[in-house]
């Protein structure tokens, strides 16, 4: 007995090691994902470790090197197949989705119905590797910025460290309709983010640590016999220092303004406010909120209650809503005493005093200033001027603005250029591109929605400088927050 129980362990043995001697592995992949892409798309040539700088600097020759991105950007995004190129170039079959052109492998067999599908699927489960790793999923207090792409209702989703798209989670209620995600903020806790709609009346709230949803919340409250007040074109909005609260402006002739529970996930306050309201800021103490007259020529201030208001001319004349200085963006200074405003109809940045209710300082800018951001690290204000021609064959220049001195310097960067953010720990400024028009820069790929992909741009913060990377996203990227 004892004799037959060695000879069946050791006969266990050698069968497991021999079976294991023949097995093979395809660059750390699935099994069956691996033959598909080791035969087809990382060979000599093309997307293998000795041709891929020919092959859009895509190197498939490991699942490690597929998540290193191409010059586009990251054309595999983990759990999300209709937003990864890769599969667009891979499939001829209408069934299964976008089809772009070349097809890939070049000049060989295209892939067969089964094998498109069995790539797709494997990317929607998250594109795991041999073990079941998914990329990018090990560390929830990951560094991540997110910005909203308004054309197709998502938000993309990047990596601090690498500066590559990792997710696209999508968003909204409505199926079918776009909604257009319009601003996206992470609470200053760093746990949430938070996102308002143009064609919804809700506010979406989601986890940071694996951007998964939460919770709808009201934005508007219900009227008797006929559902929830219609206001839609929801545009601004802040979180309270203790990411309890949260306000939203929305963007019409007869605007509204509300104060969310984001705990609680329901409506405090409601009201409504003339002349396209838009921007928005908040008092160092939270006491009052400051909201723009978009078509106008002033700001109204309000009590965080949302009961008083008190409109404050930006140039002198009465508070009036005729289109003149129109501001578009502003936030609160370093000092906890100015407001600097972007005004989009006279190409200037105003800096408004609080405390004597006076502007003093009127700041020349870019054409069309947008959105304005400022990097503790550099003490500069940085703004998009979205319609800037000054530089032949670009649409576009990103205005920095010392805080002490108010000197400006301008730099062309991207097409059509709105949304900002600052990444403080890589030294960087991100600059969305909208580039919804016709004779911007032709998109890699096509979109799964109807619209040209914009794409993003990086600036070096010390040197001021354009990086040469650019990654392509989904239709018009237009606002961006990073987690703190």
């Known amino acids: 007995m004892r004799f037959l129980i060695v000879y069946l362990l050791f006969s266990f043995f050698f069968s497991s090691c021999k079976k294991d001697v023949g097995a093979v592995n395809h660059g750390n992949y699935p099994e069956d994902i691996g033959r598909i892409i080791n035969t087809s798309c990382s060979v000599s040539g093309c997307h293998d470790s000795k041709s891929f700088q020919a092959a859009s600097d895509y190197d498939l020759s490991t699942w490690e090197?597929?998540?290193?991105?191409s010059k586009s950007g990251s054309p595999v995004i983990p759990f999300n197949s209709k937003f990864s190129a890769f599969c667009y170039y891979?499939?001829?079959?209408?069934?299964?989705?976008?089809?772009?052109?070349?097809?890939?492998?070049?000049?060989?067999k295209a892939l067969?119905?089964?094998?498109?599908?069995?790539?797709?699927?494997?990317?929607?489960?998250?594109?795991?590797?041999?073990?079941?790793?998914?990329?990018?999923?090990?560390?929830?207090?990951?560094?991540?910025?997110?910005?909203?792409?308004?054309?197709?209702?998502?938000?993309?989703?990047?990596?601090s460290e690498t500066q590559l798209p990792i997710r696209y989670i999508e968003v909204g209620t409505k199926a079918g309709v776009i909604e257009a995600p319009h601003q996206l903020r992470v609470s200053p806790d760093g746990n949430y983010w938070y996102v308002i709609f143009i064609n919804n009346n809700v506010m979406q709230k989601y986890r940071c640590s694996?951007?998964?949803?939460?919770?709808?919340?009201?934005?508007?409250?219900?009227?008797?016999?006929?559902?929830?007040?219609?206001?839609?074109?929801?545009?601004?909005?802040?979180?309270?220092?203790?990411?309890?609260k949260a306000y939203c402006?929305?963007?019409?002739?007869?605007?509204?303004?509300?104060?969310?529970?984001?705990?609680?996930?329901?409506?405090?306050?409601?009201?409504?406010?003339?002349?396209?309201?838009?921007?928005?800021?908040?008092?160092?103490d939270e006491s009052k909120i400051y909201v723009g007259a978009q078509t106008g020529n002033f700001i109204n201030e309000i009590d965080a209650g949302l009961s008083n208001i008190?409109?404050?001319?930006?140039?002198?004349?009465?508070?009036?809503?005729?289109?003149?200085?129109?501001?578009?963006?502003?936030?609160?200074?370093?000092n906890g005493i100015e407001l600097v405003i972007t005004c989009q109809k006279t190409n200037e940045v105003r800096i408004f005093n609080t405390q004597t209710s006076s502007v003093t300082a009127v700041i020349n800018v870019g054409k069309w200033p947008q959105e304005i951001v400022y990097s503790s690290s550099t003490d500069q204000y940085f703004v998009t001027c979205m319609y800037?021609?000054?530089?032949?064959?670009?649409?576009?220049?990103?205005?920095?603005?010392?805080?002490?001195?108010?000197?400006?310097?301008?730099?062309?960067?991207?097409?059509?250029?709105?949304?900002?953010?600052?990444?403080?720990?890589?030294?960087?400024?991100?600059?969305?591109?909208?580039?919804?028009?016709?004779?911007?820069?032709?998109?890699?790929?096509?979109?799964?929605?109807?619209?040209?992909?914009?794409?993003v741009n990086f600036i070096n913060l010390n040197t001021f400088t354009v990086l040469s990377k650019k990654y392509e996203m989904s239709v018009d990227p237009y606002f961006i927050s990073a987690r703190p």
């Open 65 to 69: 090197t597929m998540f290193k991105g």
């Open 90 to 108: 891979i499939n001829t079959y209408p069934e299964l989705g976008l089809q772009n052109t070349p097809v890939m492998p070049l000049n060989k």
């Open 112 to 159: 067969s119905f089964d094998e498109v599908k069995s790539v797709k699927e494997w990317i929607d489960k998250g594109a795991p590797d041999l073990d079941g790793k998914i990329k990018w999923a090990d560390n929830p207090n990951r560094k991540k910025l997110y910005a909203v792409n308004q054309g197709c209702d998502v938000v993309t989703v990047f990596d």
């Open 210 to 244: 694996d951007d998964a949803f939460v919770a709808n919340i009201p934005l508007t409250p219900m009227a008797a016999g006929s559902g929830t007040v219609d206001a839609g074109d929801w545009n601004t909005f802040l979180i309270t220092k203790d990411s309890k």
């Open 249 to 284: 402006v929305s963007w019409t002739p007869l605007g509204k303004v509300c104060c969310v529970d984001l705990e609680n996930h329901t409506l405090l306050n409601f009201i409504t406010l003339p002349d396209n309201p838009h921007a928005i800021a908040i008092s160092s």
């Open 310 to 334: 008190n409109q404050l001319s930006l140039n002198g004349s009465p508070p009036n809503g005729a289109s003149s200085l129109d501001p578009h963006d502003m936030i609160l200074s370093p």
């Open 388 to 455: 800037d021609d000054s530089t032949p064959g670009s649409m576009g220049v990103i205005s920095r603005i010392n805080r002490v001195g108010n000197a400006v310097t301008n730099l062309t960067c991207g097409f059509l250029p709105h949304g900002l953010a600052v990444d403080e720990k890589k030294k960087l400024l991100y600059v969305l591109s909208r580039n919804v028009q016709t004779n911007g820069p032709a998109p890699h790929h096509s979109s799964l929605c109807a619209g040209r992909n914009g794409f």
